[in-house]
């Protein structure tokens, strides 16, 4: 890479660990005396941190490539993140690409001249490290790669094995952005049920969150918060209820990798491991620690095979299921994976019209979840701009009159008045 640069600018495409991994270039680049451009068209240098988990993901690389090319034709475009490390070929052919780095090189961007010792054996956490965030809520990595090998999934193939980070190094972190101000973060990794794996000492992703609680719970318990990026469901056994029954820090919300609610399905996937049931008889025992709590799912519809019937199944389990949101996903065939060579390859108007439904559902939900806390007397919320900010459930709330002044950095109390349009308006209590 040229060493030599005046402006940069970073785009990030995709998931938290990639907005935590630019936040971290981005700062290591500014302790080094470069700047930050106003935009990509007065940057001499732009990094797209990329994703590629589906294939739209890849049609917006190329248009976000494209567009920042006809803005600054002189601009070096690197490529990095997961689609770096799959399709470099075809991305170095690009307009204005002047490097694609891959994962187990990415320790290049933060411009040492030599990577991590052994930085080529995939087991090696790489020196990603940050003090500040500039969005409202800062995320902290604690895990990247995943070990299990979903059949649809690409990120083994774009990230490598799981990678965990020391506790240490994981708590010495929450402390710098603690006194740095920031009240919410978000505990991330690619897999957190793979976290500790290969540490000598055995220890598990709720181990660590264990560790965090005694660290600041007592301190921060009820002025900062905890959310949990994303669990497997095979995570929600009763060490998690343990750990959230003691928690003064962890947010009443969770995101789950759910996938499908149609067992045969989970197998065909990879994902045979839990079963949809077990998620309910887990959530209905969570009720009595958090009587009111947040759910969020990530769904993958339209797999190869996916009967009418299966298709059923998880409408019918997405019912049962207290969400107050959901990510839905057409399944699209990733290169690479098992998945993509399975018969019974379902049509686009199907997984289309299947997400459709799945998300009409998960809209319904949404709306019976804010109307329920709107009753509440009082939420916390996060504020990320004069009037909009998250609460403690992960819902959106509205001010109704913004803020005069700075946008307080604290967990401001505030009392619903109505659920609408997909969001709370709620107002100073």
Known sequence: MDMVMKKFWIT????????YESESVRERWLSMGYEQAENDAEAHEIVINSCAVT?????????????INRRNPEG????SGCAAQVFAKELSELPGVADVIPQERKFELLKLEDGPENSKE??????FEIEDYERSR???????GCSHRCTYCIVPITRGPSVSRAVDDVLKEISRLLEAGFREMIISGINLSHYGR??????????????????????????????????EPGQLKERALEIFSKSKLICPQLHLSLQSGDRQVLKRMGRGHYKPEDVLVFLDKLKDIWPVF???????????GETEEEFKNTLEFCRKLPLSYAHVFPYSVRPGTIAASMKGQLDGPT??????????LVEEKKQEFLQKISEMDSLKVLFQNKNKGICEFYSTCILEDEFENEVPRDLVEVKPIAAKDGSLTVKIK
């Open 12 to 19: 990030t495409l995709g998931c938290k660990i990639n907005q």
């Open 122 to 127: 995939t087991t090696i956490f790489q020196p």
């Open 138 to 144: 800062a995320v902290v990595k604690v895990q990247d």
């Open 198 to 231: 290969e540490f000598e000492e055995r220890i598990d992703f709720w181990d660590l969150m264990e560790r965090i609680e005694d660290e600041f719970g007592t301190e921060w318990g009820g002025r900062a918060r905890l959310r949990i990026s994303s669990l």
């Open 294 to 304: 947040g759910l969020g799912a990530d769904i993958l519809t339209g797999f190869p």
């Open 55 to 67: 294939a739209a993901a890849l049609r917006d690389l190329r248009q976000t490539v494209r567009g």
């Open 351 to 360: 997984k289309k019209e299947r997400g459709r439904i799945l998300r009409e």
């Open 76 to 79: 070096k475009i690197i490529i």
